[in-house]
């Protein structure tokens, strides 16, 4: 009785309809753009630094070459820089992340492309890294040494 038709890809953007700033298609914007919490769309490109309080979704017409510090940020286009995303990063089938990310969760759907360093945030401070454990000795196997061999140089 009641369905939705979708393209593949636009039935999970279409539950970020609440992003009220959006940079249209056909725009170029070179800069910083500060946007609060109700968060950014950007469907052409932008040059420069976004730094956004709420959700930011890069549409599959969008370019973003830059950094990029966002509550949450889902890709269908392209961004290119330094990525620092508070809770998840998503990258759509069609989209393309170039750079170094620094990230609380990660989905990527199949043909989404994640290229560069992606580092874990985690709330805690940074821990000192553990000592490597020494090899532990399998004593399933202990009593299997090699035979010694004795060579006869008589023979030569």
């Known amino acids: 009785m009641f369905s939705h038709s979708h ?12 992003l009220r700033t959006v940079l249209g298609e056909g725009t170029r914007w070179t800069g910083d753009i500060l946007a609060g919490a109700d968060g950014l769309r950007v469907e052409g490109a932008v040059e420069g630094n976004i730094q956004c309080q709420g959700d ?6 969008g370019l ?19 990525l620092k995303v508070e809770t998840c990063l998503e990258i759509l089938e069609s989209g393309r992340v ?15 492309i994640l290229q560069g360093t992606c580092v874990h945030r985690t709330g805690a401070p940074a821990e000192k890294e553990p000592a490597p454990l020494a090899p532990r000795r399998d004593e399933r196997f202990a009593d299997l040494t090699p035979p010694v061999r004795s060579f006869d140089k008589s023979r030569f």
């Not at 930011?56 to 017409?61: I, Y």
């Not at 510090?69 to 392209?78: E, H, K, P």
Request: no cysteine; aromatic share 0%; glycine share 18%.
């Open 7 to 18: 393209a593949k890809g636009t039935a999970r953007s279409q539950g970020s309809q609440h």
């Open 56 to 61: 930011v979704l890069v549409a599959a017409t």
């Open 64 to 82: 973003v070459k830059g950094t990029v510090q966002a509550r949450r940020l889902t890709v269908l286009g392209r961004v290119e820089g330094v």
């Open 98 to 112: 170039e750079g170094e990310v620094e990230l609380g969760t990660l989905i990527v759907d199949e043909g989404g």
